[in-house]
């Protein structure tokens, strides 16, 4: 007889340490997907501002990978008994670039688990407490927010939305399926509502591919630096609001608020908001 998993509570302050090396070609890699001119990046030079979200990742064994595509639940990350997860949003703090040819290391803490009750069923919340160090010290720290959801009822309606302000400077998207492999590739993600059209639509229940939470907020962060070349970030931080598809180009938006404070967000095809993120300058 197996023994039950302890209650989600208790895996709140569990903790998990990786490492990994920043690469030249990861570097070229996610500028190409980027849609930026071939870069060759020399040792020492500055990674981008998400160029984390690339390192670490969860190797899990093909054997242990679940019908999602991602790890089977139970390890670091709490058994949530809820088919959908989505990468919320994360609130991140830059203290210094990596650099390629660095050696990081990420430690991860589980803060929070908390379950509620909302208006499409039972939700879950977990929030992961990230550091990043290099040499130099601590690079950057993240709150992660991953919501675990009910399935889909047939002919569940789209979450309302609500229509995106006007934009200072904005970039149109083409989120076809060769951009969300790459991405997916970039990030060992093997979530297959990012590439399997029939588990997408039949299994999970909605009507496209799904846009990476994560992809979205490198969008934004890269149309802030394509509108101002050479910026840094103090802090950056984003909320997914409502799910895009492959079905439709998208928007990545942005406004300056003044004092180093800059809106960003991504609208849908009818204009709704997607994605709110804040950037603040260094």
């Known amino acids: ?59 899990a064994r093909a054997s242990e990978v679940g019908p999602d595509g991602h790890p089977r639940r139970g390890g670091f990350l709490p058994p949530v008994p809820l088919p959908r997860r989505m990468w919320a949003g994360s609130r991140i703090e830059f203290h210094h670039p990596l650099r390629v040819g660095d050696e990081a290391s990420r430690t991860s803490r589980i803060a929070a688990v908390e379950s509620k009750q909302g208006r499409g069923g039972a939700l879950a919340f977990v929030t992961v407490q990230h550091e990043v160090h290099d040499a130099r010290g601590l690079s950057l720290s993240e709150h992660q927010d991953i919501v675990y959801r009910e399935a889909a009822a047939p002919g569940s309606p789209p979450p309302s939305g609500m229509p995106a302000p006007a934009a200072q400077f904005e970039r149109e998207v083409d989120p076809d399926p060769v951009l969300l492999f790459r991405y997916s ?19 999970e229940g909605y009507p496209g591919l799904v846009v990476h939470g994560p992809l979205i907020a490198t969008l934004l962060v890269d149309l802030l630096q394509r509108e101002r070349p050479g910026l840094r970030l103090r802090r950056f931080a984003f909320r997914a609001i409502r799910p895009l598809f492959d079905i439709h180009r998208f928007a990545v938006c942005g406004r300056s608020d003044g004092g180093g404070r800059i809106a960003l967000w991504a609208s849908d095809h009818e204009g709704q908001l997607a994605m709110q993120a804040e950037a603040i300058e260094a």
């Open 1 to 59: 007889m197996s023994t039950p998993a302890p209650p989600l509570a208790d895996w709140v302050g569990r903790t998990e340490s990786r490492s990994d090396l920043v690469t030249a070609h990861a570097v070229a890699a996610l500028a190409a997907t980027l849609d930026h001119d071939p870069v060759d990046p020399p040792l020492g030079s500055e990674a981008p501002p998400l160029m984390h979200w690339l390192l670490f990742p969860p190797l």
């Open 185 to 203: 590739a970039l990030t060992f993600n093997g979530h297959r509502i990012h590439y399997d059209r029939s588990y997408v639509t039949e299994v």
